[in-house]
């Protein structure tokens, strides 16, 4: 690996800090212009103004907000999230066991759609133009067009109310069987599944045809080149930086539909928590959880980048 491939590999790191920096400032800022007042809202309307001031004098309300944000960024460097205000119990410890249930939901999706999405969208570049090729267009530009909630409520009316062969509600625990977890989780995960498989079947598309257009492509089918070989020994390879930014941007779409798909089938999951926790206007809460959301996007399209940098045969050199 040579010290330019090094540098650009390092410049995408630095980029990924100061991008979480001014991601940890807007979340910040975000929830400090909700409306309400957190001491009121945790007193009770019947609260004396006495009480508040007090309360807010105790939780560090009335320090300048550059100071609050600067203990709140130390705070999380340290893995310190503080405590939540409506349940007065450390912020880490309600997030543990939801993200855990929001990891299992995500990588059991994961497992499920990128194969099928990555198959179906290498499959249509190979035969671009022919049936196959336009009747996955169609159904993924259908599935492009329709909401997250909508797909979730019409699983729910088809599989749970007219079938009955899922529940309409998802629940995780310890003593499910395999087989019993797979089917709580089926319809979040067929939900999330078409979320990101249309996106992502569309980008690899996209990729694996513009790698199939280029010259030394043309010149493999010329020699006698079988298609599929043609596909999966010259052109696949060089589209893995493609292919590896349309999984990631494609898996970054669960950050925003698990938080529908949590709401809607009720999963106990980190996207719920912080939708409860907003109600309450719990800061600490949905701060954090926010954090997590931006920490694993930013993750997912340094990867991206990273692996596109690494398998540019250009930079191997």
Same mark, same amino acid.
Request: with cysteine.
């Given at each position: ?12 790191? +630095? ?16 929830? /400090? ?6 001491? /009121?809202?945790? $007193?009770?309307?019947? !609260?004396?103004? /006495? ?20 203990? #709140?960024?130390?705070?999380? +460097? ?6 939540? =205000? !409506? ?24 497992? %499920? ?8 969208? @290498?499959?249509?570049?190979? #035969? ?20 997250? %909630?909508?797909?979730?409520? &019409?699983?729910?009316? @088809? %599989?749970?109310? =007219?079938?009955? #062969? ?11 069987? %395999?087989?019993? $977890? ?13 979320? @990101? ?20 492509? /043309?010149? !493999? ?21 493609? *292919? ?19 709401? *809607? ?7 719920? $928590? ?17 954090? @997590? ?17 690494? &398998? ?6």
């Amino acid at each position: 690996m040579n010290s330019y491939v090094l540098s650009l590999l390092g410049g995408r790191l +630095l980029i990924a800090a100061v991008t979480l920096f001014i991601v940890a400032f807007t979340v910040f800022a975000a929830t /400090e212009v909700l409306p309400g007042d957190v001491a /009121e809202v945790l $007193l009770g309307q019947s !609260a004396t103004p /006495e009480a508040v001031a007090g309360l807010r004098a105790a939780m560090h309300l009335n320090d300048p907000a550059i100071l609050r944000f600067l203990h #709140w960024l130390a705070g999380l +460097l340290t893995g310190d999230l503080g405590r939540s =205000y !409506a349940n007065n119990m450390p912020v880490k410890d309600l997030i543990g066991t939801r993200l855990l249930s929001s990891l299992k939901l995500a990588g059991a999706t994961t497992l %499920f759609s990128v194969p099928v999405a990555l198959t179906l969208g @290498i499959l249509s570049a190979m #035969w671009r133009g022919s049936l196959f090729d336009r009747t996955v267009t169609v159904l993924t530009i259908a599935v492009i067009s329709v909401p997250e %909630f909508m797909v979730a409520t &019409s699983a729910v009316l @088809i %599989f749970a109310v =007219y079938l009955k #062969w899922l529940p309409a509600l998802s629940f995780t625990s310890d003593s499910l069987t %395999f087989l019993q $977890l797979l089917r709580a989780l089926a319809m979040p995960i067929i939900t999330l599944s078409c979320v @990101i498989s249309a996106q992502m079947i569309r980008m690899t598309r996209a990729a694996v045809i513009e790698t199939l257009n280029t010259p030394y492509v /043309e010149m !493999a089918l010329l020699k006698g080149a079988s298609r599929p070989r043609m596909v999966l020994r010259h052109a696949l390879p060089n589209a893995i930086g493609p *292919i590896a930014n349309a999984v990631a941007l494609s898996l970054s779409y669960l950050l925003g539909g698990v938080i529908i798909v949590e709401t *809607i089938f009720n999963y106990p999951g980190i996207a719920k $928590l912080m939708v409860d926790a907003v109600s309450t206007r719990d800061l600490p809460l949905i701060q954090s959880c926010a954090m @997590i959301f931006c920490v694993v996007y930013l993750a997912l399209i340094t990867l991206a980048d990273m692996i596109a940098i690494l &398998s540019n045969p250009r930079l191997r050199r």
